[in-house]
């Protein structure tokens, strides 16, 4: 699945640089380059601006709610895909439980509601708790340092939760704003922020990803006695 998903977005990068490499002396190879770089994050915010399109043609209410908690996952998927760009089974695993987290943020109404009726979650006086964007930099450091760099198959964690926490508040953040608990909220995030901080996200996570990577990581809590975790 993974082999398929690269393989096709390969062709799909091949396809959309094809009339770039028709024309070979009018593009020359940087921008040629700079084009499929360019394009998941262009596939990234179009599925956003679809899904925005759907729900707001959506009346029903709680068909109204499935789609705007799906669009979460949605989003955060195709993010991580952006993230990993797909080379191993492991990205695609990766990518499930990216929009796994996305989706689930929102149990957060239910709890507080002490409710399972939809009514009364969406209903709240105040933002549920998973909706303060102050998690992520509370919980991405400790999953770094206490889950990550001690458990090789779960090396992902960190930047997967904060892809889908932070792609699931700019999205809400559009309507509500982001909440950063205790100092509180800012106003609702404009069309165009929220989209532009969707896209930058993956961008900078890969980056972050890639930075820290190269570094070799002293393990804390080895019992072989190995002081190197590569
Ligand atoms: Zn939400």
Redesign the pocket.
């Known amino acids: 699945m993974a082999d398929f998903l690269h393989q096709t977005y390969n062709i799909f990068s091949s396809f959309a640089t094809y009339p770039f490499q028709l024309l070979p002396h009018c593009f020359p190879p940087t921008f040629k380059h700079f084009a499929v770089q360019i394009i998941p994050y262009g596939f990234l915010g179009s599925i956003c601006y679809i899904l925005d399109v759907i729900f707001l043609a959506i009346q029903h209410r709680i068909l109204r709610a499935l789609v705007d908690n799906m669009a979460?996952g949605v989003i955060a998927f195709v993010s991580w895909c952006v993230v990993s760009e797909v080379l191993t089974r492991k990205d695609l695993a990766d990518g499930v439980l990216s929009a796994f987290i996305a989706c689930a943020?929102?149990v957060d109404?239910f709890i507080a509601a002490r409710s399972f009726n939809l009514q009364n979650a969406l209903h709240l006086k105040n933002r549920p708790f998973l909706?303060s964007t102050t998690i992520v930099f509370i919980l991405v450091p400790i999953l770094q340092v206490w889950i990550a760099q001690n458990v090789s198959s779960l090396r992902s964690l960190p930047y997967v939760f904060a892809v889908s926490v932070i792609s699931?508040?700019l999205?809400?953040g559009h309507r509500r704003g982001l909440w950063f608990w205790p100092f509180g909220s800012t106003p609702p995030l404009p069309y165009w922020v929220y989209i532009t901080c969707t896209l930058v996200t993956p961008y900078f996570v890969k980056e972050i990803k890639r930075s820290i990577a190269k570094f070799n990581v002293i393990s804390i809590s080895r019992p072989t006695g190995t002081l190197m975790d590569v």
């Open positions: 979460h943020l929102d109404h909706h699931h508040h999205r809400d």
